[in-house]
């Protein structure tokens, strides 16, 4: 592997790109405690925990990401990270509370759509029970 100034990482989601670009550092949680990764770190993969993560740009920008749990794959200069959940925030100060409202809100839609799943399956129960009752023709 050659020597290289910076890596390429991808933050995804489910169903988006959370951030794609280059970077000169990254700090992540693993399972086993904090980390921190330069462009010519070794190739690895990492369990991450609910945390921050925080991504040094070139030029010296700071990107600060709540995340969920997740997994990190860096293989050369590329690092793949996928999340359950995650916000970009514009501040530590700030990451707390703009991690709350965000989460708290995707629980209030998952909560909705486990209440409309459970009326599915409780109507198509009724309805196979009815089925059962009816006299053969």
Request: glycine share 8%; no cysteine.
């Amino acid at each position: 592997m050659t020597m290289a100034d910076d890596m390429q990482v991808m933050v995804r989601l489910p169903g988006a790109t959370l951030f794609e670009g280059a970077a000169t550092r990254l700090n992540a949680v693993a399972q086993n405690g904090a980390f921190g990764m330069l462009p010519n770190h070794t190739d690895f993969i990492a369990a991450l925990v609910p945390s921050v993560l925080l991504i040094t740009q070139p030029g010296g920008d700071e990107r600060i990401f709540g995340i969920d749990e997740g997994l990190l794959v860096k293989t050369g200069h590329r690092v793949e990270i996928a999340v359950r959940r995650g916000i970009e925030s514009a501040d530590l100060a700030s990451l707390h509370d703009t991690v709350d409202q965000f989460f708290e809100t995707v629980e209030d839609e998952e909560r909705v759509a486990r209440s409309a799943l459970s009326k599915l399956e409780a109507d198509m129960v009724r309805r196979f029970a009815g089925l059962r009752k009816e006299p053969l023709p």
